[in-house]
């Protein structure tokens, strides 16, 4: 079994800034990607950054720039920074991980989300 806590969101005034925490723990072998995702309202869940057991990132095009995704492996923690929050960056933040368990199955597990609200 793998868990994922998150934390960090909250109401932030536009031009704001947010971090997101998300801290796995359990039964993890090793860590292929950890990710960040978003649901708006009204919209489906997408894709807004990751970043692999490599280091390689991925923030999506109309987040770069203002939004930076970062990792502390010894502690299986990754961050989500969010600067100059607009409006239309409000909604349910979830974090993502792939990973395979100690039991050797490869594992997709998701964060219980947090909401982010930019507005004045």
């Known amino acids: 079994q793998v868990q994922l806590v998150e934390s960090g969101g909250g109401l932030v005034q536009p031009g704001g800034s947010l971090r997101l925490s998300c801290a796995a723990s359990?039964?993890?072998?090793?860590?292929?990607?950890m990710g960040w995702f978003r649901r708006a309202p009204g919209k489906q869940r997408e894709l807004v950054a990751s970043i692999t057991s490599g280091g390689s990132t991925n923030i999506v095009d109309s987040k770069k720039g203002r939004f930076t995704i970062s990792r502390d492996n010894a502690k299986n923690i990754w961050y989500l920074q969010m600067n100059s929050l607009k409006p239309e960056d409000t909604a349910v933040y979830y974090c993502?991980?792939?990973?395979?368990?100690?039991?050797?199955?490869?594992?997709?597990?998701w964060g219980q989300g947090t909401q982010v609200t930019v507005s004045s």
């Open positions: 359990g039964s993890i072998f090793s860590i292929n990607a």
């Open positions: 993502n991980l792939d990973a395979t368990t100690t039991g050797w199955l490869p594992v997709s597990s």
